[in-house]
């Protein structure tokens, strides 16, 4: 069975602080996919990074930031210098590639992240 | 480029009756999938489609849920007769084939069971 825990289940900052959201899966599989997805407000979720199991270099992109530890099946996400337009519910996801969860794609319960100016 | 379409973006009936929400899949993607969110719940998947073939239903709740994607650009989800826990915002998304490609979602239809 695959299942992804994102233990916090609400963060606040103020805006220009660090903030890290935290993913920690868990899969038999070798070969899987992680993704990252925001849900604004207004409530369409927004594909933000894909990541293969096999490939763990880190990734930048502007503020944002993943951090993926095999060692530790942990995908975290950290946004630098946080805006108030950052508020929003995060997802982790994983995605296996074998197995009888074949194809699906397990989300984390997600962590609101409000903050605030 | 046109992203998921959904409608219709807001739907409120009362119980017992039926209810068609759908889909119209990013042109070019062969894997469409059908989920819902709720509080209690978080996201779940309901059903995918690779190639207009259903490949994995488990996540149906019931025989009131049915899916179907005649073709590649339309796919539709009924629930008959609804309910009131059925209330919740069914998301739709499509993908290019393959594992590894990231799911692009539709704006959602919120659902509303009186």
């Known amino acids: 069975a695959q299942k992804v825990t994102q233990a916090q289940t609400e963060i606040s900052v103020v805006e220009k602080e660090d903030v890290t959201l935290d993913c920690v899966y868990e899969?038999?599989?070798?070969?899987?996919?992680l993704f990252w997805y925001k849900q604004p407000p207004s409530g369409e979720l927004v594909f933000l990074i894909r990541?293969?199991?096999?490939?763990?270099q880190n990734e930048i992109s502007g503020r944002y930031s993943w951090n993926f530890q095999k060692s530790t099946s942990s995908f975290n996400f950290t946004i630098t210098a946080s805006q108030v337009v950052d508020s929003a519910v995060y997802f982790c996801?994983?995605?296996?590639?074998?197995?009888?969860?074949?194809?699906?794609?397990?989300f984390g319960q997600g962590t609101i992240l409000t903050v605030h100016p | 480029d046109a992203g998921v379409i959904q409608s219709p973006r807001h739907e409120v009936t009362e119980m017992g009756q039926e209810v068609t929400l759908r889909c119209k899949p990013i042109?070019?993607?062969?894997?469409l999938f059908w989920y819902r969110q709720t509080m209690m719940r978080g996201l779940e998947l309901l059903i995918y489609?690779?190639?207009?073939?259903?490949?994995?239903d488990s996540g149906m709740p019931e025989d009131r849920f049915s899916a179907k994607m005649p073709n590649a650009s339309f796919s539709t989800l009924k629930i008959q007769p609804s309910e009131p826990r059925d209330s919740a915002v069914y998301f739709c998304?499509?993908?290019?084939?393959?594992?590894?490609?990231?799911?692009?979602f539709g704006p959602g239809t919120r659902l509303t069971v009186t």
């Open positions: 489609f690779n190639n207009n073939v259903p490949i994995d």
């Open positions: 899969t038999r599989d070798t070969t899987y996919y």
């Open positions: 042109s070019g993607h062969n894997s």
């Open positions: 990541r293969n199991s096999f490939d763990e």
């Open positions: 996801a994983l995605r296996n590639a074998g197995g009888t969860s074949y194809g699906k794609l397990t």
């Open positions: 998304a499509s993908s290019l084939g393959g594992l590894a490609w990231e799911q692009y």
